[in-house]
């Protein structure tokens, strides 16, 4: 069928046009995608809450945008590219197999019970504040360790000089 053409390419060719679905009150419409009768995919508009579905699996609700342009993935998110906001991104986890995560300017990555591991060769700089530092290996610095509490080890080795300006333990 050709719309605006007289040579339509495809079952349905809507030259230079809209189509156009008006739904009822609270109805569901949809542009389905079908293989031999059963729905594989769907492109879908829920008048209840004004939401853009897109559906996999048949019914599965992969991606919704909301009417306020919130965007909700049922799955994970795979990126071969650059991932940025202008705004905040939350995450229960944060997966960079083999990559990294870098932080600019004054930006603060806040972590719960998170471990920092290096396994190759590198040197890790800049400042790392802590509530509680525990290693079980050793701290080697080429400037100043300060602390406003106490510090303590159960074997201290120094090839320079121990200052302090209050007792040592």
Do not use: C
């Not at 349905?12 to 419409?29: P, W």
């Not at 799955?75 to 870098?102: D, F, L, V």
Request: net charge negative; glycine share 14%.
């Amino acid at each position: 069928v050709g719309i605006g053409t007289s040579s339509p390419v495809s079952a349905l060719h809507v030259e230079e046009g809209d189509i156009r679905i008006d739904t009822a009150d609270n109805g569901t419409q949809a542009l389905r995608f079908s293989d031999r009768g059963s729905t594989k995919a769907q492109i879908q508009y829920k008048d209840n809450g004004e939401t853009l579905n897109i559906l996999t699996g048949g019914s599965t609700n992969a991606i919704e945008i909301t009417n306020t342009q919130g965007v909700t993935f049922s799955s994970h998110i795979t990126a071969s590219g650059n991932i940025s906001a202008s705004g905040n991104i939350s995450a229960s986890t944060i997966h960079a197999g083999g990559g990294s995560i870098t932080l600019g300017g004054s930006a603060t990555l806040n972590v719960d019970d998170a471990f920092l591991k290096n396994d190759a060769d590198d040197t890790t700089s800049g400042v790392i504040t802590a509530g509680g530092f525990t290693t079980a290996g050793h701290i080697t610095a080429s400037g100043n360790i300060s602390a406003s509490g106490h510090i303590s080890a159960s074997g201290l080795i120094a090839s320079g000089d121990i200052s302090a300006s209050g007792n040592i333990y």
